[in-house]
């Protein structure tokens, strides 16, 4: 989430083969600082994503905004994360991290070569 954003857990795991790359994340946020309410960053450059793809939100907790839906979206090195509110039909970005929020994500893509 980059800025001062500290965690109570960080950890993640790929697996290339290939040009694809699966993905499966663990984040566990303890201070949101000036860190992103919507962004995921820090996928490795050499395996940055070639085309936007759709990451799966297994689980979400203590999410910043109330929020019916919600995926992640790959493009270059970034996990953008949009999502739907009660009130809306469309999705959004929409603040999900904040102090204690847990989200765990994965997702498959293909890398640029």
Same mark, same amino acid.
């Given at each position: 989430m980059g800025g001062t954003a500290t965690y109570l857990a960080?950890?993640?795991?790929?697996?290339?083969i290939g040009?694809?790359?699966?993905v499966d994340l663990i984040l566990s946020v303890q201070l949101i600082g000036t860190g992103s309410t919507t962004v995921?960053?820090?996928?490795?450059?050499?395996?940055?994503v070639n085309n936007t793809c759709t990451f799966n939100v297994g689980q979400i907790a203590l999410s910043a905004t109330a929020v019916v839906s919600i995926s992640?979206? #790959?493009? =270059? @090195?970034? *996990?953008?994360l949009y999502s739907k509110i009660a009130?809306?039909?469309?999705?959004?970005?929409?603040?999900?991290? #904040?102090? =204690? @929020?847990? *989200?765990?994500?994965?997702?498959?893509?293909r890398i640029r070569r």
């Open positions: 960080q950890s993640g795991d790929y697996t290339r040009n694809r790359v699966f995921i960053s820090g996928l490795p450059a050499e395996l940055a992640g979206v #790959g493009f =270059g @090195t970034q *996990i953008f009130a809306t039909a469309t999705d959004d970005f929409h603040a999900i991290f #904040g102090n =204690g @929020t847990g *989200i765990i994500l994965s997702g498959v893509y």
